[in-house]
């Protein structure tokens, strides 16, 4: 299957939008996001190439006209928000260039890439690249970004239809046009922000110059096993201590979200001083605010048994 981001039909312009996928989840300075992404420089809210009759990007400033809203994510991983179209003297102008190109992108269903401003206190201005989208329609006051699904090639979820949960990988290599490692990213950059960047377990979430440190994406049925990637339902968010007492089923949750741990008295005592015993029998602290992105049930089977085999 082919990547939608050939419909740009300008192999320049397509190599920007790769560069933007890969880059999902990425905090950049401006000054850095200027020197790599064409009009970045010049351009404020929507960018559209001279060459082109397609947006390549839109940015959303915190100084917008309208306040921040949280995308809203998906199983797939991809997220959806709305965007303010650009206006002339305070007005919305829907023949204004940039709309058009905006709206030739939805007509096409070209992707383009979307940059949010992050407000880090005593940082130089900073952006975080949701990575490439589709713009799905116009309500009549705003355009509905809706973010690639970590299967590049998959069309996005609607929240109306939420699919089944799919717990073993099965598309075959060739199918995929996704770069694994631009896959497990994307996996990796939803589920964290599905957490809130914050260990389920134990609510740690540290962060340096807005980005998150020691937290991972786990999967619930592991990637040796086929696992999925594609969907978040196979996931939950871990500092790296819990995922490492995770990955040897040293403890895992039920469908109550309920921890359960190991029965091994030698590692209880280890454990002693830390927090896993106090979790025991606790709910997860951090689960994702829609229901419908909590860890899949038959996952959570698949996990439990392996840790009662073990026990
Ligand atoms: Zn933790």
Same mark, same amino acid.
């Given at each position: 299957m082919e990547d939608p981001v050939h419909r740009i039909s300008d192999p320049d312009l397509e190599i920007v939008l790769k560069k933007i996928r890969e880059s999902m989840g990425d905090i950049i300075l401006s000054s850095d996001l200027q020197e790599t992404i064409p009009g970045f420089r010049t351009q404020k809210g929507i960018y559209k190439p001279q060459s082109s009759q397609y947006a390549l990007w839109i940015r959303e400033t915190v100084k917008g006209p309208y306040p921040d809203q949280e995308p809203l +994510?998906?199983?797939?991983?991809? +997220?959806? *928000? /709305? *965007?303010?179209p650009e206006g002339r003297n305070g007005k919305t102008d829907l023949n204004l260039g940039t709309n058009q190109a905006l709206m030739n992108s939805l007509d096409n269903r070209v992707p383009i890439g979307v940059f949010r401003q992050k407000n880090i206190p005593g940082m130089k201005r900073t952006y975080e690249v949701m990575g490439l989208a589709y713009v799905e329609g116009f309500d009549g006051t705003h355009f509905i970004i809706h973010g690639e699904s970590i299967e590049s090639t998959d069309a996005p979820m609607k929240p109306s239809s939420i699919k089944p949960f799919q717990p073993f990988e099965v598309v075959e290599l060739n199918r995929s046009v996704a770069n694994p =490692? =631009?896959?497990? /990213?994307?996996?990796?950059t939803a589920v964290r922000r599905i957490y809130h960047e914050r260990c389920s377990l134990c609510d740690l979430g540290y962060h340096f110059q807005g980005r998150p440190i020691g937290v991972e994406a786990a999967h619930v049925i592991p990637v040796e096993d086929r696992g999925t990637s594609r969907d978040i339902r196979n996931g939950i968010l871990l500092c790296k201590n819990h995922h490492d007492l995770f990955d040897r089923y040293l403890w895992t949750f039920d469908e109550d979200y309920m921890v359960h741990v190991s029965y091994d008295p030698l590692f209880r005592k280890s454990a002693l001083k830390n927090h896993i015993l106090s979790a025991e029998g606790k709910r997860l602290q951090n689960l994702p605010d829609s229901d419908y992105d909590l860890p899949a049930i038959e996952a959570i089977r698949f996990r439990f048994e392996r840790f009662s085999d073990v026990r």
């Open positions: +994510w998906l199983p797939d991983g991809s +997220w959806l *928000y /709305r *965007y303010t =490692v =631009v896959r497990l /990213r994307a996996f990796q």
